[in-house]
């Protein structure tokens, strides 16, 4: 089965509404590929870039969502707020959510869930640090992996994107090589195929994270189990993340 290349840009806390929408008038006429190129924005400037790219392949996403419904939480966002701004997909479990807001595979578990329920796709990213690395990364993916998904039925398992994000190679320069990411991702593959079948885990996607660069795409995307990348600081100019998009 072959899975069409997913491609997301993760601003983190960059571009004002105005910053976004210079950047997808510009993104738009730089792309040539057909892959799913998704762009995941501040929340304030999900409708300003939801407008922007009608009409273009671009999809619009957001970095982070709360897992209730809607309620008493003062400074949140619900996954129903986000599907009214024009929201298609939202990233959960970023390492920088995990390490700088302490979230916790139980609440990122949650999250994926009210995504679902919200009708937005989840991207689930996970990743272990240098330390883990070296002491074997398998348990602690494989860890993050199932309980991320323990809420997810079989059925829905393809409505779930999975990104494998090494921590020591996210904002460092250090694009993990790509045996290093064939040979995790395929790992993964294998933990989804023993939660949900074989079958199923061959049609969901996995993608790449962690300091890609237009230099690093082709050969990454060479291997069979990635499937996209996550791009954080080469997603923030047009020009270097329309290279990463054209990926030949
Ligand atoms: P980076 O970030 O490409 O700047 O390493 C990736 C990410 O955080 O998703």
Redo the contacts with the bound molecule.
């Keep these: 089965m072959v899975i069409q290349p997913t491609i997301i840009g993760?601003w983190k806390m960059y571009k004002t509404a105005a910053q976004a929408v210079e950047f997808i008038r510009a993104l738009k006429t730089m792309i040539v590929n057909n892959s799913q190129v998704w762009l995941a924005v501040p929340f304030t400037a999900i409708h300003a870039a939801v407008k922007e790219a009608a009409g273009s392949d671009i999809v619009i996403g957001a970095q982070n969502m709360n897992s209730a419904k809607e309620g008493a939480f003062t400074g949140e966002i619900a996954g129903i707020m986000l599907k009214d701004a024009g929201a298609k997909f939202v990233l959960l479990g970023?390492s920088e959510r995990r390490q700088h807001f302490h979230e916790t595979n139980e609440q990122i578990a949650a999250k994926v869930k009210r995504a679902l329920l919200d009708g937005i796709t989840p991207v689930l990213c996970v990743g272990e640090t240098e330390s883990q690395r070296e002491s074997g990364y398998e348990e602690v993916l494989k860890e993050q992996i199932l309980e991320g998904f323990k809420h997810v039925e079989k059925e829905d398992a393809d409505k779930v994107i999975l990104a494998y994000?090494p921590v020591w190679?996210?904002?460092t320069g250090k694009t993990a090589t790509p045996d290093i990411a064939e040979e995790t991702q395929k790992y993964c593959r294998s933990v989804l195929a023993e939660h949900f079948g074989k079958r199923a885990s061959n049609s969901m996607p996995i993608l790449y994270?962690?300091?890609?660069k237009p230099e690093t795409m082709s050969a990454l995307m060479k291997e069979k189990d990635i499937n996209g990348v996550?791009?954080?600081?080469?997603s923030l100019d047009p020009k270097t993340f329309s290279q990463i998009v054209n990926f030949t």
Excluded: K, M, T
């Design positions: 993760n970023h994000e190679a996210i904002g994270g962690g300091s890609v996550l791009v954080g600081g080469a």
